[in-house]
């Protein structure tokens, strides 16, 4: 003879049930399954590495095995197949003058260059985030601020694609910014730093 199951009872049971349910969707939520995020955004790991910054901590930043690349290393997203090219060396500081004319350990190398990392001729493709014409490229003149060569070239910022050590003026790197049309036309204008001051444009067709 079977046994009947009390309601009260399996009604208790059903309630558990669906609190355990619940509390492991909760637990999923706020930390993720244990799985990392990832990012889909093609200058993630550019961004990660600045200018100046020594080789041991970029590449603890960013957490990739770098490929050499002529004087330079590429570190690469597989998730996106972008990445970053970096150039290192030791650059002559007062404190590395300083190192060299005692016992001290070697100074040890920093990023001198950087350079956005494609993995082909459509990398403009994800890039794509303005409407440029030449003529408002022409407009430019050599010494204007960002904010002055954003307003001409429609308000929309650039996508900085490299940067360089200066050595008249460590505080301020070279930076090459570039205006991409969905056309594959772009605007490529460098700035004495960062969204610094203008010094070089060009307007190069779609090929």
């Known amino acids: 003879m079977k046994k009947k199951i009390s309601k009260p009872l399996l009604i208790g049971g059903i309630a558990l049930l669906v609190v355990i349910v619940l509390v492991i969707g909760v637990v999923l939520m706020l930390f993720g399954g244990g799985k990392k995020e990832?990012?889909?955004?093609?200058?993630?790991?550019?961004?990660?590495?600045?200018?100046?910054?020594?080789?041991?901590?970029?590449?603890?930043?960013?957490?990739?095995?770098?490929?050499?690349?002529?004087?330079g290393f590429n570190?690469?997203?597989?998730?996106?197949?972008?990445?970053?090219?970096?150039?290192?060396?030791?650059?002559?500081?007062?404190?590395?003058?300083?190192?060299?004319?005692?016992?001290?350990?070697?100074?040890?190398?920093?990023?001198?260059f950087k350079q956005l990392y494609v993995p082909d001729n459509t990398y403009l493709d994800a890039l794509a985030q303005a409407?440029?014409?030449?003529?408002?490229?022409?407009?430019?003149?050599?010494?204007?601020?960002?904010?002055?060569?954003?307003?001409?070239?429609?308000?929309?910022?650039?996508?900085?694609?490299?940067?360089?050590?200066?050595?008249?003026?460590?505080?301020?790197?070279?930076?090459?910014m570039a205006w991409i049309n969905p056309d594959r036309s772009v605007a490529y204008l460098t700035f004495l730093g960062y969204k610094g001051s203008l010094k070089v444009f060009e307007f190069r067709q779609a090929e």
Do not use: C
Not at 40 to 59: F, H, Q, S
Not at 82 to 91: A, E, K, L, N, R
Not at 143 to 166: F, H, P, Q, R, W
């Open 38 to 71: 990832v990012s889909t955004d093609p200058l993630n790991l550019y961004n990660k590495v600045l200018v100046g910054m020594p080789k041991e901590e970029a590449e603890k930043i960013l957490k990739v095995e770098g490929s050499a690349k002529g004087k």
């Open 131 to 176: 409407n440029v014409t030449a003529d408002q490229v022409n407009a430019l003149k050599e010494g204007m601020s960002y904010e002055e060569v954003k307003t001409i070239l429609g308000g929309v910022d650039g996508v900085e694609i490299n940067s360089a050590y200066n050595k008249k003026d460590p505080a301020n790197s070279y930076s090459v």
């Open 75 to 112: 570190y690469v997203d597989e998730k996106t197949g972008y990445g970053v090219t970096v150039s290192y060396d030791i650059v002559a500081t007062a404190a590395t003058e300083e190192t060299a004319e005692t016992d001290a350990e070697e100074p040890s190398e920093v990023a001198v």
